[in-house]
């Protein structure tokens, strides 16, 4: 089992930015991919940014250039660092690990972010 923990959530203007971070533990051999999910309600969860063990990254194309997701393997983190903020990206923000066994995907506890004046 992975654990994650995230953190960095907020309240931010719009044209601000925020840093989100992510950290792994437990079984963390068993991670294919880490990214970070946006909900808002009534909605599902939909992918914002998503980096592969072999460096392929993968953005939504509403955060396109705006957003930059990283990854420390040594550190087994995940940032997400977002820019120019509007209040479309408000929402739970989700870091979730892809596992090489089926079954085995880990979500966190999902961080606030809301962008409002």
């Known amino acids: 089992q992975v654990q994650l923990v995230e953190s960095g959530g907020g309240l931010v203007q719009p044209g601000g930015s925020l840093r989100l971070s992510c950290a792994a533990s437990?079984?963390?051999?068993?991670?294919?991919?880490m990214g970070w999910y946006r909900q808002v309600p009534g909605a599902q969860r939909e992918l914002v940014a998503r980096?592969?063990?072999?460096?392929?990254?993968e953005y939504a194309d509403s955060v396109k250039g705006r957003f930059t997701i990283s990854r420390d393997h040594d550190k087994d983190t995940v940032n997400l660092q977002m820019n120019n903020l509007n209040p479309e990206d408000t929402g739970v923000y989700y870091c979730?690990?892809?596992?090489?066994?089926?079954?085995?995907?880990?979500w966190g506890q999902g961080t606030q972010v809301t962008v409002s004046s």
């Open positions: 437990g079984s963390v051999w068993r991670i294919s991919a």
């Open positions: 980096v592969h063990n072999g460096g392929r990254i």
């Open positions: 979730r690990t892809d596992s090489l066994i089926k079954g085995y995907d880990s």
